[in-house]
């Protein structure tokens, strides 16, 4: 059973968190610490969802998320983007770029990972349940 | 008797003798002629000029000229027979060559072409029935006259009739037969023709001529304009020799035509009769000889028998010419037997003249004419006789008559008393009459002068138009004319007797003045008062102003008998005088008025001539009078703010305020369109100083009228250098507060994310460590991760509301509008903070009523709004009650969120919607919240158009009431 979750984060206490969080859970956790490095994980080890963030080193969120969408086997893989950015617009815009959850940061602990596996494909839901 | 009737006789003889010589004449030519030219000639019935005989040949006077000429010329002549209408018409065609006895006329000539030897001279004469009366062209008057149709003497004698502004019935007739036939009938009253044709023709129709004669005319023949057979040179050639040689064709148609001539002439008729009559005319002188003889014997026996009857005669004859009155004296066959002195004088005629003369020749002294007089009356009575005479009676057999003679006393006329008597013989039997005449004429003129100056006098007293009084010197009246009397309104028995004053004259007049002492005083010395106006009354009580003229009536010891007084109602003079008083002192006091306001409104004039000049000098901006973009007069600014020297500029063209030539052009014709509509033309340029340096200046522009550009125009100029410089400091400072803006922004939303990022690890952390994830803490370990995420969650919370703050000033702030029902959104932020409220023991009310619908806003930021003040009411209450209430207001909704708290002092409230701002309570308790939730509500109702009061009671509790728009711009 795949339960691989990818996180492209560059902050490195961040990545943590989410992971010690996401592991705790039973999730197996794969991290980038950019856009390119994303990518290219995400491609070759298929993970169940992308949390993505948005303030990235040299190939921002949207252009990671557009990227992604351009590969047909990753069609259904759900891109959580989870960001500081909460500015007017900000969830617009990166739901239109292709993800298709948003996380404000700062995270809850209490609630992320149910908020994250909401995002997850249905029969993978009723799995865990 | 006989011989009277002998020239009718023979000059009807004559004619049919004429008539058969013409006729051989006419039939002997034809075969002389050869067929060298044929020549129609119009033939019309006007004998004798022309016609056509028994025979049906044309004959006349024109004929005979026009034959002869033929026969010479050879010309063949074709007679075309027609009316004098249809022969005119038929030569305008040219189906004539030419046309006789055509009158030479402007009109004509037009037509036809004439040459130039008249054949004839004709004139017109008036031909009526035997006993006429007409003596001249007057007489014709009301006359029903015949005329030939289309004549010329038709033309000639309607102008003739008119030009003595007679009135006549006009007839037009195709031909003169049928004329003097409708005369003879009494159809008409007179006809006209020519004099051949009246002659010739009259006494058979029992008609005579006239003294009415006029229009001597010229006959020609006639030919077709321009004369086609170019005949008419050689008629005249043959007129030139015919009329020379008295022995000539034209003198013996002459003869043979005219009547009169035919008449006279008998050798003429010697000739024609022969040496037959002559032995007839020796018999008849023969016995006429015997006959003589005989009557001479019978004569001699007369005169001896009549002798002595004629000295009888002759003694009463001295008598007769003795009688001081004209007397004449008739036989029984009237005729005059005598005439006396008297009657020579009265009418200039001698006895010598009249003696044996009848038929009435006694009247013509008198009248002119022979007619019935007063005489003739004794035996025959004819009405129409006595109707000329007044006054006519008969007494036994005398007639006694008054008539008026105008002819006598050199034409002033007569007037003429006569006595008619018939005289008796011996026998008793009729002998005659005698008839003598008075002339009357002087009395007669001294009767009426008389009778005239008599109705003057009465008209003078009793219809003249003034008041004609007499009165006593007691004063009391004795006469009042008519019209007096009509005037005051009395009669003669009612007003004679009585006294002036009281009745005509009243006691004061209206205006105060005592009139019995007055009137005393002019029967005392009326020649002191030869004239005196006062007031009078009517019966009727109505006064009136009498201008009167006295005079004094003396008896013939000189005292004075009577006042005579005449006097005019001058009443309407009065008033008409008081009323022009009246109205002069009108007129003088508006005159005085207006002189006044003229004097007023110059000076207010003259002021605001003053201050308009002033204003115009002293005015801060530029004033400008432009005609056709041409300088007419400026102010000093002007001159001032454009560099020029005082007075410089007058007179040149705005184009030196322009840098070129192009300038200057853009400036013009767009500014003019908008000036000729009327309107104000405004904008900002820039213009250049007589040095070249250029300047702003606001211009407006108006043109003094429209409909009269010539007028020109009116310009303000006004230099806003300073302030356009000062405008550009201000762009530029604008645009780097708006550059610094955005670096504002961006730095905003650097931080926010910036800050965000460490929040995450200190608030995902410390979560982590409570939730027991990494192992359990002890007591105090989970008090102080409490507190770490406590603070981590306010500081989140105060960047959250900082950013939002910065972003409403920032006018960054966008509301995402929708429209949502708003009852769900109010319940959703209500279910939010029911744990809370129940947390400390707090009721939530909420009450939103039924008509509560949907709303256009931010549902998010309202969402926000609404928490914010609901969790601040339960923050702020420890016990009670937060009741929500939600009502509409036209179109807005009104949320009002009431709570049982600490309330506020009114010196807290003008500063609760600033940020940053938390009510000190003045109690130790826990600050909750950044300071800042107000105020953004503040501002996002604000943008939403909508608002927030509040209203609260120290101690008691607070009402926060948001009021919010249904739909972005409906206003309250």
Redesign the interface.
Known sequence: MNNRLLIIEDNEQNLYLMRFLLEKSGFTIMGAEDGRKGIEMALSCKPLAILLDIQLPEMDGYAVAAELKKHQDLDEVPIIAVTSYAMVGDREQILAAGATGYIEKPIDPQTFVDEIIRHLPKDWQSEVA | MISSKSPTCLGRVLFKLSLILLTFFCLGSPSIRADDRVVSVGVYENAPKIFTDASGKPAGLFIDVIEHIAKNENWDLHYVSGTWGESLDRLARGEIDLMPDVAYTAERVKIYDFHKIPVFSSWYQIYAPKDHKVKTILDLNEKRILVLERSVQQEAFVRLSKGFGLNIALISVPDYKTMFEMVAKGEADAAVTNSFYGKMHAKKFGLEDTAVLFEPSDLFYAAPKGDPQQLLATIDRYLADLKKDPQSAYFASLKRWTSEEVRFKLPVWLQVVGSGGLGFLILSLLVSAILKRQVNTRTQELQQENAERRAAQQRFMDIVDFLPDATFVIDQNKQVIAWNQACETLTGVQKADLLGQGNYAYAEPFYGERRPLLIDLLDQPTPEVEARYKHLQRKGDRLYAESFVPGLRTDQGAYLWGIASPLFNQDGRRCGAIQTIRDVTGQKHLEEALRVSEREYRELVMLANSIILRWSPEGRITFLNEFGQQFFGYTATEIIGRHVVGTIVPENESKGRELRPLMEEISADPQKFARSINENIRRNGERVWIDWTNKVVVDEQGKIKEILSIGSDITERKQAEEQIRVLNDTLRRHAESLEQRVAERTAELAAINDEQRTIFESASTGIVLLRNRVIVRCNRKLEEISGYAPGELIGKSTRIWYPNEEAYANGGEAVYLQLAQGETFRREQQMARKDGSPFWVRLSLRAFDKDAPKKGAVGIIEDITDEYEAAEKLRKAMEAAQAADRIKSAFL?TM??EL??????????T??ML?G?TGPLNPEQHKQMTMVQNS?RHL?ALI?DV?DIS?IEAG???L?LATFELRPSIEKMVKLIVPLAEQKGIKLQLDVSEDIGSIATDQRRLEQVILNVLSNAVKFTEQGQVHVVCRTENNHYLLSFTDTGIGMQPSEIPNLFQPFHQIDTGLARKREGTGLGLSICRKILDLMGGSIAVASQWGEGSTFTVRLPRQPGDTV
């Not at chain 2, 460490?758 to 952390?765: R, T």
């Open positions: 939303a926010s994310h965000r990022t460490p929040l995450n690890s200190i608030i995902g952390f979560g982590i939730q994830l981590s989140l959250n950013l972003k960054q702030l966008d995402a």
